[in-house]
């Protein structure tokens, strides 16, 4: 029997009301445009999901990376959404909107609150990008649904090599960084090679989920046969200077084993990819999609 205490939550009733009035303060000043809230209920709770852009066409799916929201993506949207269906979602097991009421124990249960959601906002196909863990979630979404994802974007993504002592004490790095003063954290994204510590806004919601106790599987790393199987056309995005594992090995193996993948790293940038490269990471997905689409500017 799953145990309740396996449900990620904050750790008191007040960290909870903090986190919210905080994200609900983010969400009027942060979006370029206000979007369409639509909450998707999945077997393992509810995904809320932000819609923008036009309304008819393949959507373009934005799931963030481990510990963040839709928020994240608040750099691309507009963008994205000038001529594409864009939906940012809050995933359940995460700080955001969404709401998780049954544990998320294994990579099929992440999977299917996914796929469920998918469908109840009629995103399928869709063509997905995911940050970080989002890019795990993205591949195994594929791996146990192929076909439905129209194209997979990548964005320094989780699942090509195990966790490594350096890049948890970049995390815990980054968490100690963002509870010094403003002048001192901004100069710290330098040296710790992290951009959120520059971002002001971000900041504020990284601080209040702190207390945010996240239970949601492991990342495991794909096998080989894993990554051969998907056929779906891929961009994978790497930092040269990612803390997770070594961007060249990483993209050596993706070119052995995934044949309708393109990769390419991103000089400079580490696993801060999306808030230090946006510009370059925007147009890189656009003219993907428009690889896919056939739609031009």
Known sequence: M???NMISDFTSDRARTRFHTVYQQALTRLWPVQPETVVASTRFGDVVAYRFGPTQG??????????????????????LA???????LDLIGEPGAAR????????RDAVDYLADALTTLGAQPAHIV??????????HHELQFPGRSASLTLIDPAGFGAVSGRFLLWVVAGGLASLTPG???RRLAGPLANATLRDEELMGLLRASLSFRRRLPAAAPLT??????ITTPTLVLLGARSQMYDAAAVAERIDALMPAAHTQIV???????????????????????????????
Not at 270 to 296: M, N
């Open 58 to 79: 393949t959507p373009v799916v934005l799931l963030p990376g481990a510990g963040g929201n839709a928020l994240s993506w608040t750099r691309y949207v507009a963008r």
């Open 130 to 139: 995911g940050m970080s863990y989002g890019g795990w979630l993205a591949l």
């Open 82 to 88: 000038t001529r594409h269906p864009v939906i940012a």
């Open 267 to 297: 000089p400079h940038a580490g696993h801060d990819l999306p808030l230090h490269s946006p510009d370059l990471v925007a147009a890189r997905i656009e003219e993907f999609l428009t690889t896919q689409t056939g739609q031009h500017p």
């Open 100 to 107: 998780q009421t049954a544990p998320v124990s294994s990579d």
């Open 183 to 185: 002048p001192v954290r």
């Open 2 to 4: 799953k145990a309740p």
């Open 224 to 229: 080989d046969a894993e990554l051969t199987s």
